[in-house]
């Protein structure tokens, strides 16, 4: 069994979680990435979606309501789905994905962003409402190789909203931080 198809048939055992660190299980190169096209992901998260539905038995509806476990399960799904594991996979994600556009904000600071209205105590703790650039970036190329997959306009147009809140400062809700004359994404927005 090759060196991934080993990894993702023992990772099947255990839960790997949507929040899982990379301390507790290693995720190898996506097999489905190709130089100078967007078709794989460069992460292979197969490990995060063990079975074809959404949403996915089993799983905390507290991991449902961060969105990148969410974006992470599709991205994972989609791999499945690059690996011939058959079109359910494919048609799972977008039920995922449909949801996702569902969840996007319409307008405002946070247009095209999928706020967490749950409080989230990390290294500083986060109130409700807030964006997460890490959901923004996986979930924008989610939506992006969904369009290219199935040629759906309105994957490339969530994609491109999804994008909107890294131009917005992250104390006017957006995920943009300045240090200096430097801009840069926040996966968890805090002060500091």
């Known amino acids: 069994m090759p060196d ?21 299980f290693s995720l190898p190169v996506g097999e489905h990435v190709r130089p100078g096209s967007v078709r794989g992901y460069y992460i292979d998260l197969r490990v ?4 074809p539905v959404w949403p996915p038995p089993g799983v905390p509806e507290s991991d449902l309501r961060l969105h990148v476990g969410a974006i992470q399960w599709a991205l994972g799904s989609y791999e499945r789905y690059l690996a011939d594991e058959g079109e359910v996979w494919l048609h799972t994600v977008c039920r995922c994905a449909d949801q996702l556009i569902d969840l996007q904000e319409s307008s405002g600071p946070r247009a095209g962003g999928w706020v967490h209205l ?3 105590d990390h290294t500083f703790a986060l109130r409700p409402p807030w964006l ?3 959901a ?17 306009e309105r994957y490339a147009e969530a994609a491109r909203r999804a994008l909107l809140p890294l131009r917005v400062d992250s104390d006017q809700g957006g995920v943009r931080a300045t240090v200096g004359n430097l801009s840069f994404p926040e996966e968890y927005p805090t002060s500091p």
Do not use: I, N
Not at 5 to 24: E, I, L, P
Not at 48 to 51: D, M, N, R, V, Y
């Open 4 to 24: 991934s198809a080993a990894h993702v048939h023992a990772s099947k055992r255990a839960y790997a979680g949507f929040f899982s660190s990379v301390s507790s």
């Open 48 to 51: 995060k979606s063990t079975g």
């Open 118 to 120: 749950h409080p989230f």
């Open 132 to 134: 997460s650039a890490m």
């Open 136 to 152: 923004q970036g996986e979930g924008a190329s989610l939506l992006v190789r969904l369009f290219l997959e199935t040629g759906e």
